[in-house]
């Protein structure tokens, strides 16, 4: 049992600290939120958003340059810019309380292969489903063995029937594409 407390108190010290380092080491971003506290005037403590040119404001400050510094530098900029209302130099302590959210990608890049009409990487949507996919790069040409197309993802490969979306036996052309999927489109064989 006491093992097993020493091993919980360890890794509880051990993500205090690396939150503290995270703390200290994160360079604030357009859309994070900041945690500002001025002893001196609590009328000043507020909760900021970094705004999209990267800027904060409190009063007494007007717009400080956030974007790109650390919350230790952020502290300094607003104390240097406070001191002239004090009699000392206040004491201004800085903290994230909410990171920017993880902004979606505007496109993603999917590969064709073989007898499609646009070869190479293809830039599309996310949230493109396959028939989609396919009109976007052109279709097949006429020598495109359309009852054995590939769509590789990763390590995982599916065998894709296009005569069979078309005639809704499958639904395959549904599937939603990924960042990084490749349609291979083999050739067709003599009598295919």
Not at 12 to 24: D, E, K, N, R
């Amino acid at each position: 049992m006491s093992r097993i407390v020493t091993l919980l108190g360890s890794f509880l010290t051990l993500m205090f600290f690396s939150t503290i380092t995270f703390a200290q080491e994160y360079r604030v971003q357009p859309g994070d939120t900041l945690r500002i506290e001025v002893a001196e005037d609590a009328s000043l403590n507020r909760v900021v958003l970094v705004a999209p040119d990267g800027r904060i404001a409190l009063p007494g400050t007007g717009n400080v340059r956030a974007s790109g510094l650390t919350t230790a530098q952020i502290q300094s900029a607003l104390t240097s810019r406070l001191a002239a209302s004090f009699v000392s130099p206040p004491s201004v302590f800085v903290g994230i309380e909410g990171l920017a959210p993880e902004q979606e990608p505007r496109t993603i890049g999917i590969f064709v292969v073989g007898e499609g009409v646009t070869v190479g990487r293809v830039e599309i949507e996310p949230g493109t489903n396959l028939m989609q996919a396919i009109a976007q790069f052109g279709g097949f040409t006429n020598f495109a063995a359309v009852k054995r197309i590939q769509l590789r993802r990763g390590s995982d490969v599916y065998t894709i029937n296009y005569d069979s979306i078309l005639d809704g036996s499958s639904d395959n052309g549904a599937v939603r594409m990924r960042d990084g999927d490749v349609i291979v489109i083999p050739q067709r064989k003599l009598f295919e």
